[in-house]
């Protein structure tokens, strides 16, 4: 039978399952498939009146033999009715290829933080191979999902540039990987996309934007809610609700990310005693934020929150306070400034290239007695691991910063922002010796800055720990 061919070649295996009710029935949304070019779009199959709020039952499926009901329930037959617009969209880039190179981008929007800075990467790395006389190049965002962790921050980037979305994006992108004369096109690849090498972020180039409408919206919200809406503060912890939320499960590999909101108490309150207020941002999380003062602002869990909210306080804010969430990739494409606290690994390369300020979580020996430094980290081969597991294998001990340590860091962020900072001789002395040991140790680099060190160590945390850098020049 020829649809078997094409389930092999779609990469779907034809004897899954898919579960219908008693009736036959499968309650949806119809959805259509759509190509954005320009102001245009195009619509294929069934278009949803979006005034309307009621579900509909439909009973299509029922109609079908039981063969091809399953192959209705995975979207099989909608994507062989696309599959010529698919191929005719790869010919109509291939027809352009003298005159401007199309780029399809296979979009990781099923967490924020790959949806955010992926993507926004791999839209500035256009921009930079576009300031040179050679063929232009045009970037086509491929989301194959009709939801995203977040909706309003993907039409921003969908209002940059084309877009292709659902079945016809899956088939793009898989004819462009599989068909030789489409592979010019083939999606860029994701791998290593959380890592700023080049500084891109650092570049002067076009920023996303938000229409005169939401910049109203935004600007009302915060003007409500900030005694000066010019200082305000995002402050993202994580737990492990969202990612078990995602998965239904919990992944105990990334536990030792984890922080209790509770110890940042202090330090948000002295953000407040600074004239910020405090937003904790957040979609899902575990527990409410005990504040006691109107600048403090429980915004993931008091009913304000919104995608779109979402993005507009990251892309406003003064600047983020964040354990390395996937939330503070707003601020990060948006170019404001990040505190990063109580994170892990040590030397996380997707950090570390940033223009940020890092204060690590505290690891120990076993015996909670002796703080572990750089060496140690490195020796223990500790200082890049990403994994829950790699730390209990090596015996040692993972502690999170005190209040007080927390409160330090965020003195320092705000007169760092606010330009009041200085930073004491022996202070300086020691960033220059971290920042030489992290662009030139073999252990950290394949070669002498490879990963470009931009970020710095708080100030603090070098003076409340001198022996950080013992044992290495």
Not at 122 to 147: G, H, M, Q
């Amino acid at each position: 039978m020829l649809l078997e061919p094409l389930l092999r070649f779609f990469g779907l295996n034809s004897q899954t399952q898919t579960q219908l009710d008693s009736n036959g029935l499968q309650t949806f949304n119809p959805k259509s498939e759509e190509l954005i070019i320009g102001e245009h779009t195009f619509l294929y199959g069934n278009t949803l009146d979006t005034s309307q709020t009621t579900i509909c039952q439909v009973n299509w499926k029922s109609k079908l033999s039981p063969r091809f009901q399953k192959y209705a329930s995975l979207g099989i037959i909608t994507k062989i009715l696309l599959a010529p617009v698919a191929f005719l969209i790869l010919c109509g880039f291939l027809m352009a290829k003298p005159f401007v190179q199309f780029r399809l981008y296979r979009m990781v929007d099923s967490r924020m933080g790959h949806l955010g800075t992926n993507t926004e990467l791999v839209r500035l790395a256009t921009f930079d191979r576009n300031r040179t006389p050679s063929k232009k190049e045009i970037l086509v965002y491929c989301s194959e999902n009709w939801n995203s962790s977040n909706n309003f921050l993907r039409t921003l980037f969908f209002r940059d540039s084309y877009y292709i979305r659902g079945s016809l994006a899956w088939l793009c992108l898989r004819f462009a990987s599989r068909i030789s004369i489409f592979r010019s096109f083939a999606t860029v690849p994701n791998r290593d996309l959380l890592i700023d090498r080049m500084g891109l972020f650092s570049m002067n180039f076009p920023k996303l934007k938000f229409t005169s409408q939401e910049n109203f919206l935004g600007n009302q919200f915060v003007s409500e809610h900030c005694n000066d809406f010019t200082k305000y503060v995002c402050l993202s912890v994580r737990d492990s609700s969202y990612v078990t939320a995602i998965y239904g499960h919990e992944l105990s590999k990334h536990d030792h990310r984890d922080s209790k909101i509770d110890s940042y108490f202090d330090a948000s309150t002295t953000l407040a005693n600074f004239g910020f207020t405090v937003f904790r941002m957040g979609a899902i999380v575990n527990q409410k934020f005990k504040y006691s003062s109107p600048q403090l602002i429980d915004y993931a869990t008091n009913g304000m929150r919104s995608e779109f909210l979402d993005v507009f306080l990251g892309a406003n804010c003064t600047f983020t306070v964040t354990t390395d969430t996937g939330i503070d990739s707003v601020p990060k494409i948006f170019g404001r400034p990040l505190l990063y606290v109580n994170i892990l690994p040590v030397f996380a390369k997707w950090i570390v290239t940033l223009d940020s300020v890092i204060y690590p979580k505290v690891i120990t020996d076993a015996s909670k007695s002796t703080v572990y430094n750089l060496k140690d980290l490195i020796d223990q081969e500790i200082v890049t691991r990403q994994k829950s597991e790699a730390y209990k294998d090596a015996g040692v001990e993972i502690r999170d910063l005190s209040s007080e340590e927390l409160v330090e860091a965020v003195t320092e962020m705000a007169q760092r922002v606010e330009g009041t900072f200085v930073e004491t001789p022996e202070q300086k002395e020691m960033q220059a010796k971290l920042k030489h040991i992290l662009s030139t140790h073999p252990k950290l680099q394949p070669s002498p800055n490879y990963y470009p060190i931009r970020a710095q160590f708080a100030s603090c945390f070098l003076s409340r720990y001198p022996n950080f850098l013992d044992g290495l020049d």
